[in-house]
């Protein structure tokens, strides 16, 4: 059997950092254990090529959430990658911290180093940002942070204006010292291709001797000696293997992945494990539990101008944007679908802004069969303004469903499910159409296509937007991090309660969920973990 000092299982947006740093000095050797395969993929390096990797599994989870009260009886589609680099792989690249009182809200309730003073040198040292070092932005890390103000879409501009006019400023910076406002995403890319951890943090660290990544693995289960995690059991092309740890296991597999596992290891709800005959190793009654995700919902409107509908669907179109890609890697397919949005208070008596917008130069009411649309949009000029919450209060679960490691575990998200969620949104959907009835926004509108004129009522647009939302793929805090082993899974140093030499570090440790896009915290997360790790190795 193999030895390895640290086996991280996950190759994601913490996971790739946790491999990069562990065994940066060369003193460690690092297993990296990813079920998915490569990511040197045409449709993930090009950035708007995540419309087609949307519902592939070649690449791609493809979980679906159980039928939800909340969302009419919908059953969500939940991507999650399956490839180096993870969901940084497939996602959307817009570059969101979060807001500095999330971070020390998270210390506050007893998770010391975690407050964003305490975190923002992790952030610095991650970025190398376009738009320049300061204060509060770092310029020479991994990860290129891309400055999009001159290169989005005219149209842009319109929802800017059309922002303030509503009441919201001009933000320059999302990530600087207030994210209230409108303004221009910067997105994670590079001279025009995807910067995804695993290009930014896990490429580089494969060309040392002492990191060794094994594609197509899918880790079934923590070996332990007792209460010590001592290795990890895997299956590879129908064959079972098992490999040693010397110091830890690492778990960086996700919101899903990581309570998955750490379930079918015997380490979580004990009258769940003994249904599915799985011998309880701890009993841990958080593993899974405080699932919490933003749910967004677009309004589209029918424009008098041409709008990237009109470039992106027809196939001269499709070859120009593509000849464009290919030669200068700049043009649409260089960019994210949210080139601009912000941040804004669902009632202006909050103290902070409780909602994020997104803006779309392209519509796609009409959907194609397994594809998300985004390279194949409405056959008429449209756009869509988008919103999702920021910090819901309804929580969710994700607990197996078998004992069998290849079964998809249950997602139950318990979307809307308290009243406070209800009437923020409701209070938010109303501004989106404020937001539309500005000049120069409403000068180009034709007609509202969804929800349609007709939408007027509080009961009708609550049960639109119970209908047509959905996640927009920032599940958190399943592994929640704490310092009571009764309402957490990991303490401050992402240790999980009760055993030894076993930590999770990814995003399922989130105490709660941050403002904005979860990616950038999860990045500074492996970073931050790894550092613990450093610390205390003995």
């Known amino acids: 059997m193999q030895t390895f000092d640290f086996i991280v299982v996950g190759s994601g947006s913490a996971g790739s950092v946790v491999a990069e740093r562990l065994s940066a000095s060369g003193r460690f050797s690092v297993l990296v254990l990813e079920a998915g395969g490569t990511d040197r993929r045409f449709f993930?390096?090009?950035?708007?090529?995540?419309?087609?990797?949307?519902?592939?599994?070649?690449?791609?989870?493809?979980?679906a959430a159980e039928a939800d009260p909340g969302l009419a009886g919908n059953k969500d589609h939940w991507p999650r990658g399956k490839i180096l680099g993870g969901s940084s792989s497939i996602n959307a690249m817009v570059w969101i911290r979060g807001a500095a009182e999330d971070f020390d809200a998270w210390r506050d309730a007893g998770n010391p180093g975690w407050g964003f003073d305490d975190l923002l040198p992790a952030f610095k040292a991650i970025e190398d940002n376009e738009a320049g070092g300061n204060a509060l932005?770092?310029?020479?890390?991994?990860?290129?942070?891309?400055?999009?103000?001159?290169?989005?879409?005219?149209?842009?501009?319109?929802?800017?204006?059309?922002?303030?006019?509503?009441?919201?400023?001009?933000?320059q910076d999302f990530n600087g010292s207030s994210q209230e406002g409108v303004g221009v995403y910067q997105i994670t890319t590079r001279d025009g291709?995807?910067?995804?951890?695993?290009?930014?943090?896990?490429r580089p660290a494969m060309k040392r001797a002492n990191v060794c990544v094994e594609t197509g693995a899918l880790v079934t289960k923590i070996l332990f000696e007792g209460k010590r995690a001592v290795g990890i059991e895997y299956l590879q092309h129908g064959t079972k293997l098992s490999v040693r740890a010397r110091r830890e296991v690492i778990l960086s597999g996700g919101s899903v992945n990581s309570p998955q596992l750490l379930q079918l290891s015997g380490v979580g709800p004990a009258a769940l494990l003994g249904e599915l005959g799985i011998p309880v190793v701890h009993a841990a009654e958080q593993v899974g539990r405080n699932l919490q995700d933003h749910q967004g919902i677009n309004y589209t409107w029918k424009a008098k101008v041409p709008t990237l509908n009109q470039t992106l669907r027809p196939w001269w179109g499709k070859l120009l944007v593509g000849?464009?890609?290919?030669?200068?890697?700049?043009?649409?397919?260089?960019?994210?679908?949210?080139?601009?949005?912000g941040f804004f208070r669902s009632d202006p008596a909050r103290a902070r802004p409780n909602m994020q917008l997104y803006?779309?130069?392209f519509s796609t009411v009409l959907p194609r069969a397994g594809e998300r649309p985004i390279l194949t949009p409405d056959p008429f000029p449209g756009f869509s303004i988008g919103l999702s919450n920021c910090r819901p209060s309804s929580r969710g679960e994700i607990m197996i469903r078998s004992a069998d490691p290849t079964v998809h575990p249950r997602?139950?998200?318990?979307?809307?499910?308290?009243?406070t969620d209800v009437a923020?949104?409701?209070?938010?959907?109303?501004?989106?159409?404020?937001?539309?009835s500005q000049s120069p926004m409403s000068d180009i509108i034709a007609e509202e296509v969804l929800p349609g004129p007709s939408i007027t009522s509080d009961p009708d647009l609550i049960q639109d937007f119970r209908k047509r939302s959905g996640t927009v793929y920032h599940p958190v805090s399943t592994c929640r991090m704490g310092p009571d082993p009764t309402t957490s899974v990991v303490d401050p140093r992402l240790r999980v309660h009760g055993l030894s030499r076993l930590r999770v570090i990814d995003a399922s440790i989130f105490p709660d969920n941050i403002t904005g896009n979860t990616n950038a915290a999860s990045i500074m997360t492996g970073w931050k973990g790894a550092e613990m790790v450093l610390e205390d190795a003995w």
């Open 411 to 419: 997602i139950t998200v318990n979307a809307y499910s308290t009243e």
């Open 137 to 171: 932005r770092g310029t020479g890390g991994p990860i290129h942070v891309t400055d999009n103000r001159k290169k989005v879409h005219p149209l842009t501009q319109r929802f800017l204006a059309a922002g303030q006019k509503a009441g919201l400023a001009l933000n």
């Open 323 to 341: 000849m464009q890609y290919l030669a200068l890697r700049t043009g649409p397919l260089s960019m994210s679908m949210n080139q601009g949005g």
């Open 193 to 202: 291709r995807r910067m995804s951890a695993a290009r930014a943090f896990l």
């Open 424 to 436: 923020e949104m409701l209070d938010a959907v109303k501004f989106l159409r404020k937001l539309a």
């Open 44 to 63: 993930v390096q090009m950035p708007l090529g995540y419309g087609k990797t949307f519902f592939d599994p070649a690449v791609n989870w493809n979980y």
């Open 359 to 361: 803006f779309q130069v």
